[in-house]
């Protein structure tokens, strides 16, 4: 009986033995451990101890083997789309001509959009992770894209407004009425007195023609009274200083010199007796009737601006003043210092209210051309070499693709390649999502040119 009992008892033991030897077989065909750094997560060690690179404490980490298990797809098998350019709403599963306008049809989201390329890394995420996160998905989609572009610029005379009052004639500077530079001079204003032999002779040849055509009304005094008197007016004598000298019979040593323009005094050279040569400027003048506005525009937003583009300009000695114009003006080259690109706009200044120097802020509203596929901007994880956006595959699996972006308006960004219209994309928990896959080397599989790095 007891040699009975015995053997029971062994075969109970060894039934119990290999219940535990299945337990930690289960149990590690699920599970996996090693000891990393958290600072070096590329390093991973079989049993506790320090970081050969920085000397830290190693961390224990666990990883599922589902993980592992869970292929990484590729965005080839996933379902395609045609739509007509022009009519978006047209949609057939393969690639044909549009019903509507007889063009060829473009993928869905744009014919310019490259296939989305493969997932570089992927993370699975186990039951106990799941109760504590909770991301928020925007399905990718296509957006008219509006651009807002700010511009900073400065309130500059047109050079299309500057005028001057030259010497038309040699001579010399008597007097001179106007005080000093920012004086404003009317058309018609005395701005000087001139002594010059050569207009004295021609005033006083005038003289001479005018008496003899009075006694004699032939046209060869006719001839020589106009000669001489279109002579004078081409001098700048105005025709009531020609009645003047008729009436007088006289021809004053010192004579008066009128402005021809309108504007503000910009240079003064006229002084008193200075001897000016025909062509030389008694006085330069600036008409601030029409003013420039300057801008500056920066390096990524320089090909959106256009000539004929609506500009709206606010002046910071102006508040609450706000006035429109259009470009006019766009630099061919860009500033190789400041990288920015001059653009400039015309402004009607009736009131001399703007002046020059005055700063100016501007925006221009660019309407991006079609309907290009978007993502918010918190989606895209941008390390500076490249740009990363993690997608849902399931409950559990997310993928990291690298994607090209384009234009960025009003909080979203347009994607040129790297996803397909109807993709969701992770945006609160895509940073958790790539510290898991740089903790647990979820990026070592791909080559050493496009390595995550931060």
């Known amino acids: 009986m007891n040699k009975y009992l015995i053997i029971l008892l062994f075969i109970s033991i060894g039934f119990v033995s290999c219940q535990e030897k299945e337990k930690t077989s289960t149990s590690h065909e699920h599970n996996e451990s090693y000891y990393t750094c958290a600072m070096h997560p590329e390093i991973k060690e079989d049993k506790p101890g320090k970081c050969p690179i920085c000397h830290m404490n190693l ?64 993370v699975m995420l186990r039951k106990s992770q799941l109760i504590h996160f909770r991301p928020q998905l925007y399905p990718v989609t296509t957006m008219q894209m509006k651009k807002e572009v700010r511009l900073l610029g400065n309130v500059l005379q047109s050079e299309d407004k500057e005028s001057s009052i030259p010497a038309r004639i040699q001579g010399r500077v008597e007097k001179v009425f ?91 050279h006229a002084i008193s007796g200075k001897y000016f040569k025909e062509g030389q400027n008694f006085f330069e003048l600036s008409n601030l009737s029409d003013v420039w506005v300057e ?82 901007r918190s989606a895209i994880i941008d390390t500076g070499k490249r740009k990363v956006v993690w997608l849902k595959k399931s409950t559990q699996l997310y993928h990291a693709h690298i994607v090209k972006t384009g234009f960025e308006s009003s909080g979203y960004v347009e994607i040129r390649s790297g996803l397909n219209e109807g993709d969701e994309v992770v945006l609160d928990g895509n940073f958790l999502l790539d510290a898991q896959a740089q903790l647990f080397g979820g990026y070592e599989s791909m080559t050493s040119k496009s390595a995550h790095q931060h």
């Open 59 to 122: 961390t224990k980490v666990t990883v599922s083997n589902e993980t592992k298990k869970a292929p990484v797809e590729e965005s080839e098998g996933q379902t395609k789309m045609w739509r007509c350019k022009e009519f978006p709403e047209v949609t057939s599963m393969k690639e044909e001509v549009c019903p509507l306008d007889g063009t060829p049809m473009i993928l869905a989201g744009g014919g310019d959009h490259q296939a989305a390329e493969k997932a570089i890394a992927q």
């Open 178 to 268: 106007v005080k000093s530079t920012g004086s404003f001079i009317k058309e018609g204003d005395l701005v000087l007195e001139y002594y010059s032999p050569r207009l004295i002779s021609a005033g006083e040849e005038y003289l001479v023609n005018l008496s003899s055509y009075k006694k004699n009304k032939s046209s060869d005094f006719k001839d020589l009274l106009k000669q001489s008197r279109d002579r004078l007016l081409l001098w700048g004598i105005k025709k009531d200083q020609l009645q003047q000298w008729a009436k007088e019979k006289k021809i004053p040593k010192s004579i008066p010199i009128y402005s021809q323009a309108t504007g503000i005094v910009r240079k003064r």
């Open 295 to 376: 801008m500056d525009v920066y390096e990524q937003d320089a090909a959106l601006v256009n000539l004929g583009q609506e500009v709206k300009l606010k002046f910071s000695a102006l508040p609450g003043t706000e006035l429109q114009s259009e470009v006019d003006f766009v630099a061919p080259v860009l500033d190789p210092q400041s990288r920015t690109l001059k653009v400039r706009a015309t402004v009607k200044n009736k009131n001399g209210l703007l002046k020059p120097g005055m700063i100016a802020d501007a925006s221009l509203s660019v309407l991006i051309k079609g309907e290009p596929l978007v993502v918010p």
